[in-house]
């Protein structure tokens, strides 16, 4: 009896190391699999652009100024020139007080073009005043070039944008007719702080680098 027992228990024993094999080759074949099963599955194209158009969406530039007895403070200064681009524009009227102090009236003209704007606001401050603000373009997806993905969770989208100004984006295009008379100091400040850009240049080609986190695909940090 004890020497079946003991058999039994060798021939047990023998199938232990088989086993571990068996699991250890299982898991290896397991895991290529998913990483094949990733690879195929990857991130269609519909995906990378409702990606894309998400992010092209985000922070439009935009150009805000005051109305009423304008003062010199951190945020603006009456003597900028975008006060200048409305005023040529027919939108505005400019009284100079002081060296720091304007006073600025919107025309009937500038109502209407600012009402026009999607996404215009308009709010009166504590001083008086009143500020305008609007955006000048949006970003438009023209296509996706290319979606690669380097291993699982891990993407690379290559695609192609251009800017489409309204109104008075056209008025901020830093190519157009209307700010080549303006001055270096001019130019420079408009781009800084009032969304001034080469908004009729030719599209724009971007590279994405994306990860897949717990909530999908998103832009990978860097």
């Known amino acids: ?10 021939k047990s024993s023998s199938w232990g190391p088989l086993i571990l094999v068996i699991v250890f080759v299982g898991c290896i074949v397991g895991g290529i699999g998913y990483y094949v099963f990733e690879l195929k599955k990857g991130l ?14 985000a922070n439009p530039p935009h150009v805000a100024f005051r109305s009423g007895k304008v003062e010199a403070s951190g945020a ?3 003597k900028d020139p975008h006060y200048k681009v409305f005023e040529k524009a027919g939108f505005v009227t400019v009284k100079d007080v002081n060296s720091s102090t304007n006073v600025v009236t919107v025309t009937d ?24 603000e609007m955006p000048l373009a949006s970003r438009k997806l023209v296509k996706i070039d290319s979606v690669t993905i380097n291993r699982p ?10 800017w489409v100004p309204n109104q008075i984006g056209d008025l901020f295009d830093l190519n157009g007719d209307n700010l ?16 001034a850009d080469f908004y009729h240049s030719a599209t724009k080609k971007e590279t994405l680098n994306l990860t897949k986190g717990d909530n999908g ?3 990978k940090p860097l």
């Open 109 to 132: 003209a500038g109502e209407k073009a600012f009402a026009g704007i999607s996404g215009f606001t308009k709010k009166k401050n504590a001083d008086d005043t009143v500020t305008y």
């Open 1 to 10: 009896m004890f020497e079946e027992e003991l058999e039994l228990e060798k």
């Open 76 to 78: 603006e200064q009456p």
């Open 44 to 57: 269609s194209e519909a995906d990378a652009t409702a990606i894309v158009e998400r992010i092209l969406k």
């Open 180 to 195: 080549k008379p303006y001055s270096t100091w001019e130019r420079q400040k408009l781009i800084d702080k009032y969304g």
């Open 217 to 219: 695909w998103e832009i």
């Open 153 to 162: 969770g891990d993407a690379t989208v290559v695609y192609e944008w251009q």
